[in-house]
């Protein structure tokens, strides 16, 4: 592992202990996978381990993902007709810009930048905290090859 990799791995591995679960190999190898690819479903994640060398479940990478995302570590989302994705993009208030045609996911800035970034009328003693918003287009790829 280069420098880079250790350094990143230690980072990976205090934020783990921080949020009160133990450092495994699969965690951190997750993590590493959602680091470079931002964005990816559960399936993305477990061909990336694969084609790294790495032995793991499918199940074992699901089974990550729900403690990581319990841990507030790992956000996950749900683009329409799609399978729920995975980003390490956390602590912020942004969205997703899916493309209908390729499924290309782009995150959004909020432009209030706090939460929520839409103010709805909450029901009678509900305190709203948080808006999920997905914008649904035509990346600039398909547009090009339409």
């Known amino acids: ?4 990799g250790e350094q990143v791995a230690e980072r990976d591995a205090a934020l783990l202990r921080e949020r009160g679960l133990r450092v495994t190999q699969p965690r951190l190898a997750v993590l590493d996978a959602l680091e470079r690819a931002p964005h990816a479903d559960a399936e993305a994640v477990h061909r990336a381990l694969a084609g790294a060398g790495r032995e793991i479940s499918v199940q074992s990478v699901h089974n990550v ?4 995302t319990g841990a507030g570590i790992v956000r996950r989302f749900e ?3 799609s399978a729920a994705r995975y980003e390490r993009r956390v602590d912020d208030n942004h969205h997703h810009a899916v493309c209908a045609r390729c499924g290309r996911v782009e995150d959004v800035d909020c432009v209030v930048g706090e939460a929520p970034c839409l103010h709805a009328v909450a029901p009678a003693g509900f305190t709203i905290q948080a808006a999920e918003v997905t914008f649904v287009g035509v990346c600039a790829d398909c547009a090009l090859a339409a």
């Open 1 to 4: 592992m280069s420098e880079r």
């Open 65 to 68: 993902l729900a403690d990581l």
């Open 79 to 81: 683009p329409e007709r």
